[in-house]
């Protein structure tokens, strides 16, 4: 767990040779337990593997069996559509289908499923071997403990507002505040939290515990309140049902058998109060504004998830997509739009189904809910073995919403759990294995089926063990790497590296070989599609169509494939693939609105991106932004009005309104529309979308603007000034706002006014260093170009303090020469000559006169 959950290879690899040796030592144990007295019964057990743990290898076997390759002609019998991808999965290279292919679609992933099954069976083999030993405590004590050091890691992380977990690990995916932690997704998290809280309570209810009650409680308490900060609304739902289930259990055993239970009934009730209600009472003193928002979100991209899984399934019955594979495959059949990628079908039922295809997920749940019933794990007879499997149970129910059991670690701490469960019954004498008459049978009868085995074949049992693990290790260590997640990395990063004048051939090798690996894949051929383009060797065509075939809705694919067709002349056709695009992805729009533009700044053919409804009223404000050269105001106006048509509540098209009428004021190109008689009517309409803007969003710095380039615009600047140092303070756009109010406290020549609003925008830019720089040269430029050079010159001080740069470095040099600082203009120019480090006449020349002028002034008496 505390590895990152092992969910990256190198770990799953040291947890499985860790296992491993459990195993063997486990196999040993057994074989001296048998030379006791010459019997393998003579501890109640039996000598062949336990049958979950069979269940869970030949598991581990389904996976690599998914992964022989196969004559294409039989793979088109077994799985069509499986042989239909790996058919076409090179065609934009121009190859050849591969003549063998495999059921998995992503072998590699597949190869480490079976090792992740794998270390599952034999965490549950040494799990039982223990419990048959020192009985099921250990192990469910193990399991306790490790959930309250995923607590304390998870609480101490937010205490310190860590963003890299042990500062070193950073996540791949930004996590929120109090989030960071070893199982950063917080659905694993509360999924882990659950089972370690309800395997606490049954530690608390044992005879004799092995660990002090009210230490216990408190960590079950302290377990239920970082479930609760973790905001996974399935991970809170189950414990309520995981109590109730508790209590029923225990009650009902307490009614049959007579209660072992170190406490009456009425104490059970007060012990559920207490850890679970203090757990609450935690929670809610933890809480935060945030928490709630995420326990209150209604996010319902979950129910797109499995409906659009369906088509799979149909698509992939038998056989499934390969175990692993989901990732690469599901973008076929995304409905949602957007450009999220899902990586688990977050339900395991179906996972499992796509993924192994709906026969064998059937029978694996229903075999493996047959083997762990209660009856068979001892649950009847055990308080602990009682609260264990609740804790299972509840983690079971939450991940038929979540996807906790695709992390290691947490189907690790089940094998663990399960397994002290199974070895336990056994070593009371519970099973029903352990009839005398069978024990007495086998003893004498050295020819029965479970007569002690030779040395020799418990070597052989020892090597098979041992090369089959290692075998397997190194086949997912050879072909699991790199994985789908590294490809895409290793891909964007060779592109990245290349340029236009370059071979494109080491690039097209690196997507082929990841095409090869990950044939269902959308990414690849899109940046294989992207490479044709801007290399100008190929036709981008059959990428782009390998890329909408793995992906039903990819905005990216549509939006290269205008840019292709508009380099081709065929503008409608783009625009028309910039709508596709919007409607697969909204994100697109302001790449949208940057192409269409540039292609044309005809309002009525730009309308043909717009979307349909509301989705089109972001592309329609983004038109009104852009569309701001002379003579293009009635365009704005009516891509502005059109945004506000289908959506009364935008705001941004209210802006732009007032902007243009701002700009007709102030005598722009729409000057006859606010002259005369007409201007007390455009200020009164500025007005009023700023009063909507404010009743709309009174944080957003869109009316002020308004309101304050209004005063400014009547020559009221220092009005101007005050009303945003009020404003800038309660808006988002809080920099914007100072950056106008620097201009309008310039404009008043109020030096105090300007000092101050000077002093609040660099103190709001001056985190960063970059930020602080671009904000002290915005403040010189403008102060230059109102010729106040010291001024500028102090603030260029500042830019090059913060970040240097060449331009920088001149802007400098010219105020200083203006603010009669030769000598300073001079240095200033000399650096930027050292840093070019190649001859500049020019430049020479600018500092020769410099020192000229400087050496003339210094003679004057």
């Known amino acids: 767990m505390l590895a990152i959950g092992a969910v990256h290879l190198p770990v799953l690899i040291a947890v499985s040779l860790t296992v491993l040796a459990a195993v063997i030592q486990g196999m040993l144990l057994r074989a001296g337990d048998d030379t006791d007295d010459g019997t393998s019964a003579s501890r109640g057990e039996p000598r062949r593997p336990a049958a979950p743990v069979l269940a869970l290898l030949a598991l581990s076997l389904v996976c690599l069996l998914q992964t022989v390759p196969l ?134 209810l044992m005879r004799r515990p092995l660990l002090p009650r009210w230490l216990v ?19 809170l739902a189950v414990i309520p049902i995981g109590a109730a289930l508790l209590v029923a259990l225990l009650a009902r055993r307490s009614a049959r058998h007579g209660t072992d239970i170190p406490a009456s009934r009425r104490a059970l009730v007060g012990l559920a109060a207490v850890a679970l209600g203090g757990g609450a009472s935690l929670a809610l ?64 039922p179906l996972q499992w189904a796509a993924e192994w295809g709906l026969p ?28 264990a499997w609740v804790g299972v149970v509840a983690l079971l129910l939450q991940n038929l919403a979540d996807l906790a059991l695709e992390v290691p670690a947490i189907p690790i701490a089940v094998a663990t759990v399960c397994g002290s469960l199974w070895g336990d019954p056994r070593r009371r004498g519970l099973s029903s294995r352990s009839d005398p008459r069978r024990t007495a049978s086998r003893a004498s009868d050295p020819s029965a089926p479970d007569a ?29 790497t790199p994985d789908l997640d590294a490809d895409r990395a290793l891909t964007r990063a060779a592109f990245a590296s290349w340029r236009p004048t370059d071979d494109p051939a080491p690039v097209r090798a690196s997507l082929r070989a990841a ?23 190929e036709s981008p065509m059959p990428w782009l169509q390998r890329t909408l075939e793995r992906s039903q809705r990819s905005g990216r694919a549509h ?60 592309l329609l404000t983004a038109y009104a932004r852009r569309l701001d050269r002379p003579g293009e105001e009635d365009a704005r106006l009516r891509a502005a009005q059109e945004a506000l048509r289908r959506d009364p509540e935008a705001l941004d098209p209210r802006w732009v309104i007032g902007d243009v009428l701002l700009g007709a004021l102030t005598g722009g190109p729409a000057a006859p529309r606010c002259e005369g008689p007409q201007r007390a009517t455009c200020v009164t309409d500025i007005e009023t979308q700023a009063r909507m803007i404010e009743a709309g969003a009174s ?87 109102r010729k106040a050079w010291g001024t500028a010159l102090s603030h260029y001080e500042r830019a090059v303090t913060e970040e240097a740069s060449d331009l920088r470095w001149e802007k400098l040099a010219e105020a200083a020469a203006n603010a009669g600082s030769l000598v300073r203009a001079v240095e200033a120019l000399e650096k930027v000559r050292r840093a070019r480090g190649v001859p500049d006449p020019t430049l020479d020349i600018r500092i020769r006169d410099l020192k000229a002028r400087a050496a003339g002034k210094l003679l004057v008496p």
């Open 452 to 480: 002690l085995p030779h040395p020799l074949q418990r070597f052989a049992r020892l090597a098979l063990v041992v090369g089959g693990a290692i075998a397997l290790m190194g086949a997912a260590l050879l072909r699991g």
């Open 285 to 348: 003193l933890g809480s935060s504004t945030m928490t709630w928002m995420e326990l209150g979100e209604r996010d319902i991209s979950k129910l797109d998830l499995f409906r659009s899984i369906l088509p799979m399934l149909a698509d992939y019955p038998w056989f499934g997509v390969g175990r692993g594979a989901f990732e690469s495959v599901y973008p076929a059949y995304r409905f949602a739009s957007g450009n999220v990628v899902f990586t688990h079908a977050e339900s395991f």
């Open 71 to 204: 004559p294409l002609s039989w793979l088109a019998r077994l799985a069509p559509t499986t042989a239909d991808v790996w058919s076409r999965a090179l065609l934009p290279l121009g190859e050849a289908p591969p003549p063998h292919a495999p059921l998995s679609l992503d072998p590699g992933a597949t190869l480490v499923e079976a090792l992740r099954w794998a270390t599952y069976a034999g965490v549950f083999h040494a799990a039982a071997t223990t419990a048959r030993r020192r009985g099921a405590a250990w192990g469910i004590a193990l399991v306790f403990a490790s959930a309250l050091a995923a607590a304390l890691t998870t609480l101490a992380h937010g205490l310190a507002g860590a963003t890299h977990v042990f500062g070193l690990y950073a996540p791949r995916f930004p996590a929120a505040p109090w989030h960071v932690g070893p199982l950063l997704n917080p659905n694993n998290l509360a999924g882990y939290l659950d089972l370690g809280a309800f395997c606490g309570v049954g530690l608390y």
């Open 699 to 785: 944080n957003s710095w869109l009316a002020p603007d308004l309101r304050a380039r209004l005063l400014m615009a009547e020559g009221r600047p220092a009005q101007a000034e005050q009303l945003l140092a009020e404003s800038c303070n309660r808006v988002l756009e809080r920099a914007s706002c100072l950056r106008l109010r620097v201009q309008a406290a310039a404009a008043s020549d109020l030096p105090p006014r300007v000092a101050a609003a000077t002093r609040d925008l660099l103190g709001e830019a001056c985190g960063p260093p970059a930020t602080c720089a671009r904000a002290a040269t915005w403040l010189g430029d403008l102060m230059a170009s």
């Open 559 to 618: 939006l290269l494939l205008a840019e292709v067709l508009a380099a081709e002349g065929a503008t409608t056709q783009a625009l028309l693939e910039l709508r596709f695009a919007l409607d697969d992805d909204p994100e697109l729009t302001t790449q949208s609105a940057q192409l269409a533009v540039r292609w044309t700044r005809n309002l009525d053919d730009l309308l043909r991106a717009v979307p349909e409804g509301k989705r089109g009223t972001l």
């Open 360 to 387: 064998l997920a059937a029978l694996s749940l229903a075999g493996l809910a047959l083997l762990l019933r209660p009856a068979r794990l001892g649950v009847p007879r055990s308080a602990v073995a009682t609260g």
């Open 515 to 537: 095409m090869h690996r990950h044939p269902a894949d959308p990414y690849f051929p899109l940046l294989g599609a992207l490479l044709a383009f801007q290399s100008d060797r």
């Open 217 to 235: 409680a408190a960590g079950v308490a302290l377990l239920i309140a970082i479930a609760f900060t973790s905001a996974s609304r399935a991970g």
